[in-house]
């Protein structure tokens, strides 16, 4: 919970474009992280465009109401330390 008393909801990257290019074993659910950046250089964008291809072969995207209620249902962990204070 924030200063705020709002809840911080995270969704942890578990896989970069090269890590996800790499990998020949996925986990059940994959969240790929990407900057805006890469989408301007060519080489990275057609690898990125690859990778999301390759993904999509090999899992489903969950539509954003699948995400809520997965999330709905997702344990919380507690964070100790990090960048927030009062």
């Known amino acids: 919970m924030l200063p705020s008393g709002a809840t911080l909801m995270e969704l942890p990257a578990t896989h970069s474009l090269g890590a996800l290019a790499r990998t020949t074993r996925l986990p059940q659910a994959v969240h790929v992280h990407f900057h805006d950046w890469e989408l301007v250089d060519r080489k990275r964008a057609a690898g990125l465009w690859s990778c999301l291809q390759l993904l999509a072969l090999r ?18 962990h507690a964070w100790d330390g990090g960048t927030i204070t009062r």
Do not use: D, G, K, Q
């Open 59 to 76: 899992r489903r995207p969950l539509t954003i109401s699948e995400l809520e209620e997965r999330t709905a249902a997702a344990p919380e």
